[in-house]
């Protein structure tokens, strides 16, 4: 168990529906991370929060939406669903968004959605 | 813009052989990652190189950081096929903290 939570593991919904994807990080990591895997696409970066607010922007479709709450759990909203999202979602954690040292990210199990 | 190649991005091995994953990037960064992904599951952090000719080495892997060429290796000893796995190695882009990934390692380990 890395930490980080992720819910639900699965899920299997119909083209455009619209999800919710959520994440509780690793105790005392402010930073949160989405992170979609795809068979033919590799490991994208969706969007990254610190501390409540949004601090980076990858390649996040205008369909889907994230936000981190006070309590730093994030959720990643997704609308409209195509078959091409179907994907592994990946939530990471860490602890510092900046400055010197490391930035090493803790994943957690994902979910693993299904487009049909 | 900060880019990240991986070479080999599939491998096909025999357990007992010695094999060398690339990792090449293509801005000055001196923040490395190597991450590990088991087939279905999640990403988990292996080395983090944080300077020049860093070195560092768990079981049968050692990873190694010349930010000079831009280059970070991982290197596999007499492979078991415990080890089978992608690998990524990421690197950050600037103060931001962002990481930038490669494209993945396949590594098929056959017994």
């Known amino acids: 168990d890395s930490g980080v939570t992720q819910t639900p593991k699965h899920l299997i919904t119909a083209t455009g529906q619209r999800v919710t994807l959520r994440c509780s990080p690793r105790s005392g990591d402010l930073s949160v991370y989405w992170y979609q895997q795809s068979l033919d696409q590799g490991l994208q970066f969706l969007i990254q929060y610190y501390n409540g607010e949004e601090r980076a922007k990858g390649n996040i479709l205008e369909r889907f939406s994230a936000q981190q709450f006070p309590d730093l759990h994030s959720e990643l909203n997704l609308s409209s669903l195509e078959l091409g999202d179907s994907a592994l979602y990946f939530c990471?954690?860490?602890?510092?968004?900046?400055?010197?040292?490391?930035?090493?990210?803790?994943f957690g199990a994902g979910s693993r959605l299904t487009v049909l | 813009e900060l880019k990240v190649e991986q070479n080999p991005l599939f491998l096909s091995m025999q357990e007992g052989k010695n094999y060398t994953i690339y990792c090449n990037y293509s801005?000055?960064?001196?923040?490395l990652y190597w991450y590990r992904q088991d087939p279905g599951k999640s990403l988990e952090s292996l080395f983090v190189?944080?300077?020049n000719g860093a070195v560092k080495q768990e079981g049968r892997l050692m990873a190694s950081l010349d930010t000079k060429a831009r280059l970070s290796t991982l290197h596999i000893t007499a492979a078991v096929h415990d080890l089978s796995a992608t690998y990524f190695c990421?690197?950050?882009?600037?103060?931001?903290?962002?990481?930038?990934w490669g494209a993945g390692t396949k590594l098929i380990i056959k017994p």
């Open positions: 801005t000055t960064s001196d923040r």
């Open positions: 190189l944080l300077s």
């Open positions: 990471a954690s860490s602890v510092r968004t900046g400055g010197s040292g490391a930035n090493v990210l803790t």
């Open positions: 990421a690197v950050t882009m600037d103060s931001n903290y962002q990481l930038i």
